[in-house]
């Protein structure tokens, strides 16, 4: 059988001359002219080889050689005009194997060709007697008869090796060799079938204990109002986003959440129709600060409006206390950035 060979080219003259010289080698080819439609027609069929020229219309031939070698590992030839240094490094390090300048002798692309192919030959003969997959960062993955075996040598924390049962695909093993220490931990008995009492799964209450659904209790207490109403349940003047062409008000609501004693207004802005951020006053949170014991994970300190708060740029919030209320700003479009996030705090006014 010939071995096929993808090239994707959007110069039909140059793709038409490198087709037809390698058609002669001897082998098959499928032409692309852009990077969309090489990527398709790789995923449909089986190629020993692709040669990808990087200007390419629809996506670029970085991007299509990534995505190859993503999915296979094939070797892959970058021809284009492009000549920089630093092309040819970006090329190679994306997972080519080889990078060719225009104009380029078709003497020396069939010889690149039979050289890469030919390695590639003897790696994929060594692979089909092999019950194993070797990587360059060290780690090799083992087909035993009832288990796949995942070795990694020089990790930061030694060479380690997994048993993963191939029915279930449960850990069953595990190996850490560290220095002169080696530790083993392997499950010697197991059960996948296991008969559990229905008493396990039920919790037994004292009969005087009450069960809430604390969403329903929020749902229930939670309501529409309009700022003027909000103001008029805080007992005074709350912060809100004057409208401008940027962000709209959508909706305000009420929460009072009296089984954990918690109150507040939520304001909901949205930008061209998409929620962009929500502004939450909460009215019974007293605490100018937090402590840094109640802080939570990744919460750091932050000033804004000349205000000691705090930022999880995680979750997208800041908090703040100010004037005796407590205020957030959860921000939900994804394209804002940190300093967007404080102009819009820094922008807030107090309702008339």
Known sequence: MKERLLIVEDDEAIANILKEHVEKEGYEVTWASTGKEGLE??????????????????????SLCKNIRWISEIPILIISAKQADLDKV????????????????????????????????????????????????????????????LKEKNSIIGNQDYWIDKEHWFLIKSSLESGNIKSISEYTKLDFSPKLEDSLFIQKLPSDVKIEDMDQVGKNNEKVIDLKEGVKIAGKSILCLEESSDYKLKTVTYLDAKAISHKEINQNYEKNGVPAFTLTTILNDNKDSKDDE???????????????????????????????????????????????????????????
């Open 41 to 62: 027609d790789f995923k449909k069929e089986n190629f020993q080889l692709a040669m990808i020229d990087i200007m390419l219309p629809e996506m670029e031939g970085f």
């Open 90 to 149: 970006k090329g190679l390090k994306l997972g080519a194997d080889d990078y060719i300048t225009k104009p380029f002798s078709l003497i020396e692309i069939s010889a690149r060709v039979e050289a890469h192919l030919r390695r590639y030959r003897k790696k994929e003969g060594a692979n089909e007697n092999s019950n194993s997959l070797e990587f360059k960062n060290d780690l090799t993955i083992l087909l035993e008869e009832n288990a796949v075996v």
């Open 294 to 352: 109640d802080k939570l994970p990744g919460e750091k300190d932050i000033t804004v409006r000349g205000i000691k708060g705090t930022v999880i740029e995680d979750i997208k919030c800041i908090s703040w206390t100010e004037n005796n209320l407590r205020y957030s700003v959860l921000i939900q479009d994804p394209n804002l950035k940190l300093d967007d996030w404080k102009k819009i705090v820094e922008s807030l006014t107090l309702t008339n």
